[in-house]
């Protein structure tokens, strides 16, 4: 929505057709005369930068995104309605609030007359008299002609119009610049959003850092079997040094002839895998001279 926003205002200063540098930051007087009172009389302003809405259909937040121009004020042409059918008190309701003038109006002079009353306005949120303030101010100009404006507002109300100005030009701004900042941190937000987004979408491979590329082993650097054969496959470490230190193969070489014919078959001895194959039953019958009990 902000992106929107941004693309829609960025497009309406592009149709503007506005001087590089330009800024808008009228005089009370400026707007009145040459603004307000060209749009009351149905002549083109200077410059179209205002935009035309009902001012009082809206929160104020939410009107900048409806302007034509502007970062931290913004301006409109609204029509004013009448609060009861036969009186002059307007309207100030709008949104989810209401309008409510603080200070005392003051006068625009131009040519050394008045043309325009200028009135300050706070929003406050919820309903009257127990709506909380806040930091939301607009600035409204209203044309200063009060026979002819009397005059009308009396023809009006006689047909059943509620309608109290036609047009009347406001500026709205936030105390805080609030808004500017709260902006400011969504379109953040929304470029973070989308660019981890995208990052995620775009690159689906295992990052290389989580790749486990430690190298194999080099066959130099693997246990030297060499001559001890299986046993050194299944042996710990600690064991084959210690056979290597008894001599590897001649471990046998200082034991004598009786004491090897009292150990039994060896594992070099064709005979010691034969016994394994040998049945129980046999066994037992050659244990017994040959006769089976």
Known sequence: MVAT?????????????????FRFHPTDEELVADYLCARAAGRRPPVPIIAELDLYRFDPWDLPERALFGRREWYFFTPRDRKYPN?????RAAGTGYWKATGADKSVAHGGRTVGIKKALVFYHGKPPRGV????????????????????????????????????????????????????????????????HSHSC?????????????????????????????????????????????GGDDWLSGIN?????????LPGDVNFYGSM??????AKTEQNGGLFF
């Open 202 to 246: 775009g690159d689906t491979r295992t990052p290389e850092s989580e790749i486990d590329n430690d190298p194999f082993p080099e066959l130099g650097s693997l246990p030297a079997f060499d001559d001890m054969g299986p046993a050194a496959a299944i042996l710990p470490k600690e064991e084959v040094q210690e056979m290597y230190d008894l």
């Open 5 to 21: 926003a941004a693309a829609q205002r960025r497009d309406a200063e592009a149709e503007l057709n506005l001087p590089p540098g």
């Open 257 to 265: 002839l009786d004491d090897l014919q009292g150990i039994g078959p």
């Open 87 to 91: 009186g002059s008190r307007p309207n």
């Open 133 to 196: 303030k806040t930091e939301w101010i607009m600035h409204e100009y209203r044309l200063a002609d009060a026979g002819a404006r009397g005059a009308a507002s009396k023809k009006k109300a006689s047909t059943g119009s509620l309608r109290l100005d036609d047009w009347v030009l406001c500026r709205l701004y936030n105390k805080k610049n609030e808004w500017e900042k709260v902006q400011q941190v969504k379109e953040e937000k929304e470029m973070e959003t989308s660019h981890s």
């Open 277 to 282: 194959l040998v049945s129980p039953m046999a």
